[in-house]
Nanobody, 126 residues
């Protein structure tokens, strides 16, 4: 069983930056694929970024955040981060950290992620 707790959300002006953190406990974090998802009001939850435990240098990003967001992990601290730069009002959403045990290939489908955090709100004002 993996427990995930996100932090770092808040209100920021367009063009600003935020860094989300996800603390993991339980399970075998260093061998777990991690991902960030988000859900905006009235929309379905969508994949934002993912990182494998095999090659930290080859993360995967949604087209909408490519070049602006960066996912990273620190296995020594059981932490995953999402650095968000050049934020836009359309980035406003609840952001969720998720864990996909087993395998090494980064997954974009929610069904592959078995553990979820409670979410943290990110609001970008124009």
């Amino acid at each position: 069983q993996v427990q995930l707790v996100e932090s770092g959300g808040g209100l920021v002006q367009a063009g600003g930056s935020l860094r989300l953190s996800c603390a993991a406990s339980g399970g075998t974090f260093r061998y777990t694929r991690m991902g960030w998802f988000r859900q905006a009001p009235g929309k379905e939850r969508e994949f934002v970024a993912g990182i494998s435990w095999v090659n930290f240098n080859s993360p995967l990003y949604a087209n909408s955040v490519e070049g602006r967001f960066s996912i990273s992990r620190d296995n020594a601290k059981n932490m995953v981060y999402l650095q968000m730069n050049s934020l836009k009002p359309e980035d406003t959403a609840v952001y969720y950290c998720a864990a996909a045990p087993g395998g090494a290939t980064i997954q974009t489908a929610q069904s592959e992620y078995h553990y979820w955090g409670q979410g943290t709100q990110v609001t970008v004002s124009s």
